[in-house]
Antibody
């Protein structure tokens, strides 16, 4: 059974870079998309972007200038970096395995999800 | 930027039918997905590709899509169905599709 574990600092200072890692156990990162999603406290879900196991990426237009996603296949890990953070970036951050269709495009099917980690941006 | 619009809240009595709508310009050509999120938990997929139900999801959950609106229907809603529901879909930008969640609908069953 595939499980995802999100790890990283729970507190980041304004203007610094938020770095999170999603570690996949019980399966390989190959053949899947991996999506990052966040949820500010008390608010709705926001799609951040995804990375394919080949390394190709697609980011939310509103965050594109500040996001970097990468893979470490040897460690079965997916990483998210968000630069120049501000209070509005305070959220629970999730990673999720994402299924693709027969043409290799991502579907909106996320399973499983990581447990989510709260990152607070504050000085 | 692309948007999906949901009503903020829907309220039904136990056993009644709850309908949650999701409006988006690209929905005539793009699938809608529906997620249920209970308090403090990660979301769970309840409907994929407009109307398909993943294994393990009760039959009372169904989905449909017509024109620019997708609808999640819970027939005979139960107290345990109280949750936030989010639709999820993409726009028609072929090279760099923009995926978005709707704003979410809080379902009250009381």
């Amino acid at each position: 059974q595939v499980q995802l574990q999100v790890s990283g600092p729970g507190l980041v200072k304004p203007l610094e870079t938020l770095s999170l890692t999603c570690t996949v156990s019980g399966g390989s990162i190959s053949s899947y998309y991996w999506t990052w999603i966040r949820q500010p406290p008390g608010k709705g879900l926001e799609w951040i972007g995804y990375i394919y196991y080949t390394g190709s990426t697609n980011y939310s237009p509103s965050l594109k200038s500040r996001i970097t996603m990468s893979l470490d296949t040897s460690k079965n890990q997916i990483s998210l970096k968000l630069s120049s953070v501000m209070a509005a970036d305070t959220a629970v951050y999730y990673c999720a395995r994402t299924y693709s269709d027969s043409s290799g495009y991502p579907r909106g099917w996320f399973d499983p999800w990581g447990q989510g980690t709260l990152v607070t941006v504050s000085s | 930027s692309y948007e999906l619009t949901q009503p903020p809240s829907v309220s039904v009595s136990p056993g009644q039918t709850a309908r949650i709508t999701c409006s988006g310009d690209a929905l005539p050509k793009k699938y809608a997905y529906w997620y249920q999120q209970k308090s403090g938990q990660a979301p769970v997929l309840v409907i994929y590709e407009d109307s398909k139900r993943p294994s393990g999801i009760p039959e009372r959950f169904s989905g449909s899509s017509s024109g620019t609106m997708a609808t999640l229907t819970i027939s005979g809603a139960q107290v345990e169905d109280e949750a936030d529901y989010y639709c999820y879909s993409t726009d028609n930008n072929g090279n760099h599709p923009n995926w978005v969640f709707g704003g979410g609908t809080k379902l009250a069953v009381l």
